[in-house]
């Protein structure tokens, strides 16, 4: 195992970086969030089917007899897919690849695995190869916030037709999503249902233009207003809508989800690095730049230091992120995985956010306004704090591993 | 010859079939290993190496376990500072007569550098050395110098110009601290202890054979000495760290938590656990040739931990906390961090963010070196050392 980047992660990083210069500068980002905000979603499709099918980011977690890239000896894994997320923070790309390619794909991974050649398995292997052919896309229908340690009860239910009904809220990637992977309830234990959604259904129709769920379908999705313009969260109604069932558990568990929060929450670290790599990059060619008092800001020590002490703690969720991914890249949750997961994400998700708080500050005026990108990384950086379970939660969790018992 | 793990295994169990520790004298052992090789074996051969990779130092290091030591910590500026420079800039005889004792613990080291006057900013130090035919005669006082009291030797930077501007009149010495001249004053510290001491040098003849690097060249190879200071004191092996420290007496003491310190403990559990991540990619950063300025900012972080956790023993231990072990006046020959209690960490950890370039100071390096921020403005850079306002 190593912290440091393969010589095949650096290609690959190459790729999509050329990709996101090219197609996703920061002004580009802000003129879709702002066309978004009329449109009800701000991700770019066509940068997605780019990613996704040329690159082939679908597949990195997918194993290759299913059409992905991932194999035992050699080939993708959680490392590459972290190698992506740190350019997708970068550039604060309005694609949803945490969303499909990770936490969606991952819940179809977990229930595959238990699942085997049953017909919930064959279910869960086609749907795999479509994700990573980049022909589909997928939302997995839990709360973005919900936490790996307590997730919640689903609230939709299976019907005896096979159909479901409910609602799922704040949601990512699902106004994009081809196929809606939702738990599901059942009289005795749960499930993992497929349900399809034709993204125009979904939205109404684009000639419809009822954005905000006023047509009455068996799915739909109501993207909510939401702090981060670059992945909003939605809110996910079904309506006897008709589901196959990929998994099912006897316990009042989900733990497919369990896992998909998990590995998700070790792989934002590697997005939460991307980032804060990016604030404290542009923020340090600003003030070498902007000149007060007669002379660079930027030779000023008082923020010379804090500059310092912000390269300090990135240099450590470097470490942290690289760790997690490493481990994730090796099989299944181990006790010793899930520390590595949550020092990362009790980390990495605090270092985001002072690094794009620290942007906006030493920006001064110009980093408090609408056309400076900066305000796309600090709501970015916030959400993903409290996504897949807070720096506390994951802190909290080390306490039986670390062998460190809270009071009684 | 090219040296692997195997063959660095072998030769340390060749070394151990021919000397058995039980049967000889401490002293003779450490000589042998020293000869063998198997003493840093990054050195040369000769010189206590094997011409090996730095980090084949392990595999000795671990056949060899259980076999005396030479007490690194009582030597630990002699190891860290004094060996690396003398390696890169002296003269054959110098490496011969210098590097031996000193790994062996034989002879102590000290560093002669901080003055009353000259601390961060070393380079505008006052302590000169003047040229008399083959003799260099030097006066001045240094301060800070920790074990001064025990040293045989000491890493003397001294003004030999001071009509240049400052960086450029520096000369290098080992000065011997048995020489007519050289008195050693303790100076207690915060611990009540005294591990540090004033040197105050008056007429002390050092001969040319102890100049270290050229003359009026001592910046340069004071850098050599500060850089590996700061790696020798990120890099420290340490018996158990100021975690497992903490630690021990959370599990062992349920009646002082409280949540408020869990939330902080947990806090600086996972510090430390990136601390440790940050030190294990660096160190594969170095394995692969590629040393990354991680390395800057290793000290900074260690310090930083090291007060807060020792400060977090002390809360936590409220009653005992009140309490210190001892107070007398004492001239250690070692920092005994994990043999003393709770009181005297708290107190000994402060120095962390002093002793070998201050935070501030590394703060200043990281924005400068490491993110190319512009340097404050100066006043001092082209101005003749003797014309400096002081
Ligand atoms: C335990 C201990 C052991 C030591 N052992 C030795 C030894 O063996 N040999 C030896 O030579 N020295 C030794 N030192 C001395 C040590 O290297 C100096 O104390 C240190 O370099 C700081 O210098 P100073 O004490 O003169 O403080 P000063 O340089 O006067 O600094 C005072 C304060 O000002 C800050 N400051 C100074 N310059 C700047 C700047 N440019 N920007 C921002 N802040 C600044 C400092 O960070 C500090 O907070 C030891 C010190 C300690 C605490």
Redesign the interface.
């Known amino acids: 195992m190593?912290?440091?980047y393969t010589e095949v992660e650096e290609e690959l990083r190459a790729a999509v970086r050329d990709l996101l210069a090219d197609r996703c500068s920061p002004s580009a980002v802000l003129g879709r969030v702002e066309s978004g905000v009329e449109s009800g979603t701000p991700y770019d499709a066509e940068l997605w089917k780019t990613l996704a099918r040329d690159i082939g980011v679908g597949g990195l977690l997918v194993p290759e007899e299913l059409g992905g890239a991932a194999s035992g000896a050699g080939g993708a894994s959680a490392r590459e897919a972290a190698v992506v997320l740190e350019e997708l923070g970068r550039a604060v790309a309005p694609v949803p690849f945490l969303a499909s390619a990770v936490l969606a794909t991952q819940a179809l991974l977990s229930a595959w695995g238990t699942a085997g050649g049953d017909a919930g398995g064959v279910v869960a292997g086609e749907l795999l190869g479509r994700l990573a052919s980049g022909e589909a896309t997928a939302a997995l229908a839990v709360p973005f916030a919900a936490s790996p340690y307590a997730p919640p009860a689903p609230a939709v239910a299976l019907g005896e037709d096979g159909t479901v009904t409910g609602t799922a809220g704040g949601v990512i990637g699902a106004e994009i999503a081809d196929v809606l992977l939702v738990p599901v309830r059942l009289t005795r234990g749960t499930a993992l249902c497929a349900v399809e959604a034709s993204p125009a259904a979904a939205l109404g129709g684009a000639a419809g233009g009822a954005v905000g769920g006023a047509v009455r379908g068996p799915v739909r999705v109501t993207p909510a207003t939401s702090l981060d313009l670059t992945r909003p969260v939605a809110t996910v109604s079904f309506a006897s809508a008709p589901a196959r069932v990929v998994a099912t558990a006897g316990g009042p568990e989900t733990p497919w989800v369990r896992e998909a929060l998990l590995r998700g929450a070790g792989l934002l670290a590697s997005e939460q690095l991307g980032i804060a790599e990016w604030c404290?990059a542009t923020t340090?060619a600003y003030?070498?730049e902007r000149r007060q008092f007669a002379?660079?800001v930027?030779?000023?020590?008082a923020?010379?230091?804090r500059?310092?002490?912000l390269?300090?703690e990135i240099?450590?969720?470097?470490?942290?992120a690289?760790?997690a991914a490493a481990r994730l890249a090796e099989a299944p949750i181990a006790g010793d995985i899930a520390?590595a997961v949550a020092?990362a994400q009790?980390?990495c998700g605090a270092v985001a956010v002072h690094a794009a708080e620290e942007c906006v500050q030493l920006h001064g005026g110009i980093g408090m306004t609408w056309e400076h990108p900066a305000h796309l990384y600090l709501k970015r950086a916030k959400a993903d704090q409290i996504a897949l379970g807070t720096p506390?939660d994951h802190?909290?969790a080390?306490?039986g591993p670390?062998?460190?018992?809270?009071?009684? | 010859m090219t040296w692997d793990e195997a063959s660095v295994a072998r030769r340390a169990a060749a070394f151990l079939a021919e000397h058995d520790p039980a049967a000889v004298d401490r002293l003779a052992f450490l000589r042998a290993r020293f000869d063998a090789g198997l003493a840093w074996v990054h050195f040369p051969e000769g010189l206590g190496g094997l011409g090996a990779p730095r980090e084949l130092q392990a595999v000795a290091d671990r056949e060899l376990r259980g076999t005396p030591d030479n007490q690194p910590g009582r030597i630990g500026i002699g190891l860290g500072m004094a060996a690396p420079t003398i390696l890169a800039f002296g003269t054959e005889e110098q490496k011969r007569r210098f590097l031996r004792p000193l790994w062996t613990g034989e002879e102590v080291w000290c560093q002669l550098f901080s003055e009353p006057g000259a601390g961060s900013d070393l380079a505008t130090l006052a302590t000169r050395a003047v040229r008399e035919g083959d003799e260099w005669v030097v006066d001045g006082q240094k301060v800070w110098t920790s074990s001064a009291h025990t040293a045989r030797w000491g890493l003397l930077l001294a003004r030999t110009d001071p009509g240049v501007p400052k960086h450029g009149g520096l000369t290098y010495f080992v000065c011997d601290m048995r020489a007519p001249g050289v008195e050693v004053r303790p100076l207690r510290q915060i611990t009540g202890e005294a591990e540090f001491n004033e040197v105050f040098l008056t007429g002390v003849r050092l001969p040319e054979a102890l100049r270290l690097g050229e003359a009026g060249d001592g910046w340069r190879v004071a850098q050599a000495t500060l850089m590996n200071e700061r790696v020798a004191i990120g890099g420290m092996p340490v018996r158990r760290t100021m975690m497992e420290v903490v630690a021990d007496t959370w599990r062992s003491r349920p009646e002082l938590r409280t949540h408020d310190l869990h939330q902080r403990l947990l806090r600086l559990w996972v510090e430390s656990e990136v601390m440790r991540l940050t030190a294990a990619r660096l160190r594969e950063q170095l394995a692969a040739g590629h040393p990354g300025p991680e390395g800057s900012g290793m000290k900074l972080a260690f310090a930083r931990l090291h007060q807060e956790l020792s400060g977090l023993e002390v809360e936590l231990l409220r009653e005992d906390g009140l309490a210190y072990d001892d107070w007398t006046f004492r001239r250690p020959e070692t920092v005994d961090f994990l043999g003393r209690e709770a009181g005297y960490r708290y107190l000994r950890a402060k120095g962390n963010s002093i002793e070998g370039g201050t935070s501030e100071i590394l703060r200043n390096i990281i924005a400068e070196r490491v993110l190319g921020l512009p340097a404050e403005p100066r006043a001092d850079k082209d101005v003749a050392w003797k014309d400096l306002p002081r």
Not at chain 1, 298 to 301: A, E, L, P, T, V
Not at chain 1, 315 to 320: K, L, V, Y
């Open positions: 190593t912290l440091l404290l340090v003030v070498r002379r660079p930027g030779s000023f020590q923020v010379k230091h500059l310092a002490d390269w300090l240099a450590g969720a470097r470490a942290a690289r760790n520390v020092v009790a980390h506390g802190r909290e080390l306490a670390a062998d460190l018992p809270a009071p009684v």
